[in-house]
């Protein structure tokens, strides 16, 4: 069986109710989910995983990344994740410049870590409404797809 780790940082509870929906969607598919809040995570466990995902708020006028998530993003740049599939999402405000910069950030670590990109990011404005469950199930199914 296929196992998959969320690592989030959530403000207000929206990125972590979005991680609650990637996670229904992959153990809908067989998969097994761990879901873990970035202060007790550590890089390294993506190494365990087959599926590693990252979910983040997007912090402040210029787009920086959690103080929360900063060694955790650092950390995850110096790891082999070569064979794993990987899946970003996010929440921030539309209202600033960078939107959602975190989930960019992410994503660009990942790549650099040799992992393959298993399905599209998402981007939340806030917190998810219809169409973002659909595209947060999407991301889901999309990696669910690539571990079968």
Known sequence: MAEALIVFASLTGNTEQMA??????????????EIVDSMQADAQDFLDYDICIVGSYTYGVDGVLPDEMIDFHEELGELDLTGKFFGVFGSGDDFYDYFCAAVDFFEDQFIKTGATKGGDSVKVNLNAEDEDIVNLQALANALADKVE
């Open 20 to 33: 609650d929906i990637v996670a229904e969607a992959l153990e809908a598919r067989g998969i097994d989910v």
